[in-house]
């Protein structure tokens, strides 16, 4: 079960720093050229990596399903932090898919900061899961006072 875990959290603190990395190189780096802007050369690599920990993300989360989900689902726990943080990864996963596939050069940077305004929101969500699940496991471990 550690090892899941650990494997969740690497993935997604490749994710992270991925799209962080994109975030400065997109937003910080880039400079002005004779005919406009000058994509930094850390732009398309750190999209290359992002897209490669998707990959990884999406099968740790995915692994996380049938035993930590299932489980804490049925025994009542922690459910809306758990519900938040699935919509918030699906919501990713469509918006990643349409930037990469579908979307238009008017569309692209609308649907490119839904997906940034996600994935850093996703951090919040995963912090309170991880406290709120820490506190109910505290709750249920508590020997009873009567």
Do not use: C
């Amino acid at each position: 079960m550690k090892t899941r875990k650990y494997a969740f959290y690497s993935a997604f603190g490749l994710l992270t720093a991925t799209g962080l990395l994109w975030l400065v190189a997109h937003y910080l780096l880039r400079t002005s050229g004779e005919f406009g802007d000058v994509i930094h050369p850390l732009e398309p690599l750190s999209l290359k990596l992002h897209g490669a920990a998707m990959m990884y993300a999406l099968f740790t989360a995915g692994a996380m399903m049938p035993g930590h989900a299932h489980l804490h689902w049925r025994n009542q726990r922690n459910r809306l932090p758990g519900v938040l943080m699935l919509a918030a990864l699906g919501l990713l996963v469509l918006t990643g898919w349409l930037l990469y596939y579908i979307s238009t050069e008017e569309t692209h940077g609308l649907i490119g900061t839904i997906h940034w305004v996600i994935g850093l929101a996703l951090l919040g969500i995963l912090a309170w899961h991880r406290t709120s699940g820490l506190a109910s496991r505290a709750v249920r471990r508590r020997p009873d006072s009567a």
